[in-house]
């Protein structure tokens, strides 16, 4: 079992939609949980991070924390096509981070 | 702030010859540095994680004497690839945190071609 899962998508929304990314993990002692997005051929950037139960709101993102279950998610409301990008959901475990293989997300005009 | 960067963003190299790449920490000081390589298609793998003044954790798998880092001061770490091989070919992204920073700040990345 993978310490960090992501479906490996391509995930297709129209533009204007709701796109969501799931992340689930294996180590139930992990306490903060990130979103990074990758664009192709460039390093990640930090979208946002979590580390309480519940919903955290940034702008257009939303992250969801579930420890119960093991599961961190990222809502992106009103897609745009510059949101096609890898995402990636990172668990910190011990200082290091664990990366998914991230969700390649297609936002279609 | 915390801008991380890299030199060179891309290199090109012959088989058996060793390249060395630089990570720096631009507005902040960098307690700990981090190594990452990440092949087409997959995620990020980490390969070392350094801290000021002492000898990097290199993770299981990663040879510490083909991956020569090194983090003499606080904003400046640097990854050798020694006797690079076609193999090797990848891209190395560093990234540098400090203490009481909530996550780490990534380098845009050097994209190594090894001929």
């Known amino acids: 079992q993978k310490e960090v899962e992501q479906n490996s998508g391509p995930l297709s929304v129209p533009e204007g939609a709701i796109a969501s990314l799931n992340c689930t993990y294996s180590d139930r002692g992990s306490q903060s949980f990130f979103w990074y997005r990758q664009y192709s051929g460039k390093s990640p950037e930090l979208i946002m991070f979590i580390y309480s139960n519940g919903d955290k709101e940034d702008g257009r993102f939303t992250a969801q924390l579930n420890k119960a279950s093991q599961y961190v998610s990222l809502l992106i409301r009103d897609s745009q096509p510059s949101d096609s990008a890898t995402y990636l959901c990172?668990?910190?475990?011990?200082?290091?981070?664990?990366f998914g293989q991230g969700t390649e997300l297609s936002v279609k005009p | 702030g915390a801008v991380v960067s890299q030199h060179p963003s891309r290199v090109i190299c012959k088989s058996g010859t060793s390249v060395k790449i630089e990570c720096r920490s631009l507005?902040?000081?960098?307690?700990?540095m981090f190594w990452y390589r990440q092949f087409p298609k997959q995620s990020l793998m980490l390969m070392a994680t350094s801290n000021e003044g002492s000898k990097a954790t290199y993770e299981q798998g990663v040879e510490k004497d083909k991956f020569l880092i090194n983090h003499a001061s606080l904003t400046l770490s640097t990854l050798t690839v020694t006797s690079a091989h076609p193999e090797d070919s990848s891209f190395y992204i560093c990234?540098?945190?400090?203490?009481?920073?909530?996550?780490?700040?990534f380098g845009p990345g050097t994209r190594l071609l090894v001929l």
């Open positions: 507005d902040f000081q960098a307690t700990t």
């Open positions: 990172a668990v910190n475990q011990g200082g290091k981070l664990i």
């Open positions: 990234s540098a945190s400090s203490t009481g920073m909530e996550t780490q700040y």
